[in-house]
């Protein structure tokens, strides 16, 4: 494990100052060129948008599996299974055929008579994907935490006069809290460092970092820059990750 | 009740997206067309025939045991140890099996990129079986360790004082225990190296090139109709696992 996995992680951060030349001008040229900036700045945009509107959508969608039980539940937790495990890039298809200019919504936004916009390789179509694809993640982690609620707290609450409105907010919603902060770190560490989906649907002007750092190595073959990028991205990563050890615990993630 | 329409509101929009590709691959279009203007099996036949299609497929396939069973032969030892034996640096170990999971797959193709290059297996099977494998790892772990957890070590207590020896025990009363724990795991690991994209797409070059990789490069590149039909095989092949899981599930459940 040290040898397939430490070992090249090792030599991207040794790359990082010493490619071409030993120094850290990489890390300089980061943090003081706009068009970075501006790089940084839309990954962390879109991995908070995408998560929030995960949990806006996941939530009550977990919520119902959680509560309802029986038939409807089964449905439910199939259609999340079925799309979890579809390869992403079958989902990133879907959305090219869906959103692009012969596609259906084109298609009935001629029919209501007007001409439609550019929708695909928008920053839109780039959030809307990855939202399809990390929907389900979210999902599964709420459920986890919801389905271990005891119904008779509900029913306690109800007894002693809460309307259902309240017994929701004082006591499914903050029991229910574990689940979501699960949910939002995974879905938003996924999202800062996601490629496929952004490359494929997003638009040029607005890239996430994971699409520069493959670009610098392919197209510019500039290792020691692509490497100060990962780092910089790997970063962000642990300290997301250790704002939640700091509140929660890593172990909680497995539940 | 607002929370239940809601909630198939968004599992028609987690569903709804992917039907949509099963009438495309039977599209006589050249290009993303929707609805297509005329349908035949064309490209079936063509993505059944095309070794540019097929040897990737086959890569996959290969690529994929290879890393189930490399995973398994990691995990299975890895995960007694964990769960069964306290020993120093113990949670250095833990973290280190699940650092894969947590370091975006960009950097680690990056990494992987680099030191197999230099090691000249970039472009190989063995480098991408490699990298899948230290990918796998977590996944499978956290299968195998969950069921390794809910086992009653009694049951080994008494099969040895039944007078069998330890191999014998771990075979016929830890393995038979722990069978479903261990399918799920190699599952787990076979559809994460199946379905990986980032890695091999900056390590599997041409000759060890799989059907992910081709797939991303077919539609960023040129937009080859047959991607429609891989598209509809991958996810109908999903859906048909869910209704077998499902049939299975209920049968348990009558039984019970």
């Known amino acids: 494990m040290v040898l397939a996995f430490v070992l090249p992680l090792l030599r991207v951060l040794v790359l990082s100052v010493t490619d071409p030349s030993v120094s850290l001008a990489h890390y300089r040229r980061i943090f003081t060129t706009p068009l970075y900036l501006h790089v940084l700045s839309t990954t962390f945009r879109t991995s908070l948008v995408v998560t929030a509107v995960c949990l806006l959508l996941g939530y009550p969608l977990a919520y119902v599996m959680a509560r309802r039980g029986g038939r409807l539940s089964g449905i439910l937790l199939v259609a999340i299974g079925i799309s979890f495990w579809t390869s992403f890039l079958v989902r990133t298809y879907a959305w090219m055929v869906i959103l692009g200019a012969k596609g259906p919504v084109a298609a009935l936004m001629r029919l209501a008579g007007f001409s439609p916009p550019q929708l695909l390789f928008t920053t839109f179509s780039s959030m809307l994907g990855m939202t399809h694809i990390l929907l389900p993640y979210m999902v599964m982690a709420l459920y986890a935490v919801m389905k271990k609620i005891e119904p008779g707290h509900l029913r306690a609450a109800a007894s002693l006069g809460a309307p259902p409105r309240h017994a929701f907010y004082h006591v499914f919603l903050p029991l229910s809290l574990p689940g979501v902060v699960n949910g939002c770190l995974l879905v938003f560490t996924l999202c800062l460092g996601f490629y496929v989906t952004p490359v494929l649907l997003g638009s040029p002007q607005d890239m996430m970092i994971s699409q520069v750092i493959a670009q610098q190595v392919e197209e510019l073959l500039a290792w020691g820059f692509a490497s100060a990028l990962s780092v910089v991205l790997l970063a962000a990563t642990f300290v997301v990750i250790a704002v939640y050890t700091r509140l929660v615990g890593l172990d909680r993630l497995w539940g | ?256």
């Open chain 2, 1 to 256: 009740m607002f929370p239940v329409a809601v909630a198939l509101v968004v599992a028609v929009f987690l569903i709804a997206p992917l039907v949509i590709i099963v009438p495309m691959s039977f599209s006589t279009a050249l290009s993303l067309q929707f609805p297509p203007p005329g349908y035949w099996l064309g490209y079936y036949r063509q993505y059944f025939t095309d070794p540019r299609w097929l040897v990737p497929t086959l890569n996959s396939f290969v690529i994929a045991t290879a890393t189930m069973l490399l995973t398994l032969g990691l995990v299975i030892p890895a995960s007694f140890a964990l769960v069964r034996h306290q020993f120093r640096g113990k949670s250095a170990v833990n973290l280190l099996l699940m650092a894969p999971m947590i370091v975006p797959l960009v950097v680690s193709a990056l990494g992987y990129y680099n030191t197999l290059g230099r090691l000249g297996l970039a472009g190989t099977h063995a480098g991408v079986i490699l990298a899948h494998t230290a990918l796998s790892v977590p996944v499978a772990m956290l299968a195998i360790s969950a069921a390794l957890k809910g086992f009653d070590a009694n049951l080994e207590r008494a099969a040895m004082s039944s007078g069998a020896g330890p191999l014998r025990t771990f075979w016929w009363v830890t393995m038979p225990v722990l069978r479903p724990g261990i399918l799920v795991g190699a599952l787990f690991a076979f559809l994460h190296s199946f379905d990986e994209t980032v890695v091999a797409l900056f390590i599997a070059g041409r000759k060890a090139s799989t059907l992910p990789k081709k797939m991303f490069e077919s539609v960023r590149l040129e937009t080859d109709p047959v991607i429609s039909v891989v598209s509809t095989l991958l996810f109908l092949a999903v859906v048909l696992a869910a209704l077998g899981a499902l049939l299975v599930h209920g049968r348990r459940d009558h039984a019970a």
